[in-house]
């Protein structure tokens, strides 16, 4: 069976990391796959945030990457023959706004959603986060990249 884990991945965290390694024990094949959010000013360009993923997948062989930016969603699972998606949720507000867009997806094309509970040591980190940290050099770059996969730039440098 297929899965998808999409998202804004602006940057990849360990937090996202953690949710495909999980995943990917759960299912024959997971799609990473860069989605346009229209709530979201991305930062960092799709081809990095692709590359970005590409390296925070390489020890898993049934993880594959991806990009969709034009259409929802659930066009992408029918086009793709993906049945369930996967999102990763760190507390109830998480959840609060996954259940509609969930419950949606269903109701258009029968695509099931599989959320999957954020790792207590990671909840606290988003992408939102750690750029807004980065970008105030807040703390040091060293600090900062305990929050990002193994060999990830700086998230406050756009150009790394």
């Known amino acids: ?5 999409p998202g804004s991945f602006d940057p990849v965290t360990q937090g996202h990391q953690d949710v495909l390694r999980r995943a ?16 979201k000013t991305g930062r960092f360009p799709i081809t990095e945030r692709l590359d970005r993923l590409r390296a925070a997948a390489t020890d ?10 034009g259409g929802l ?10 049945d369930v998606v996967i999102r990763g949720v760190r507390g ?20 099931e ?16 986060l750690v750029t807004a940290i980065g970008q105030q050099d807040r703390v ?4 900062l990249s305990e ?3 193994a060999g990830e730039a700086s998230a406050g440098d756009a150009s790394a």
Do not use: K, Q, W
């Open 1 to 5: 069976m297929r899965a998808l884990f």
């Open 24 to 39: 990917a024990l759960l299912f024959d094949e997971v799609v990473v796959c860069v989605m346009f959010n229209s709530s």
């Open 60 to 69: 898993l062989s049934n993880v594959t990457v991806d990009s969709h930016t």
């Open 73 to 82: 969603l659930v066009d992408y699972c029918r086009r793709a023959g993906i």
């Open 92 to 111: 109830g507000p998480d959840l609060n706004y996954e259940m509609p867009m969930a419950r949606m997806n269903h109701e258009l094309a029968g695509v």
């Open 113 to 128: 959603t599989l959320f999957i509970a954020a790792d207590p040591a990671l909840a606290h980190i988003s992408s939102t």
């Open 140 to 143: 040091s770059n060293d600090d």
């Open 147 to 149: 929050r990002l996969p």
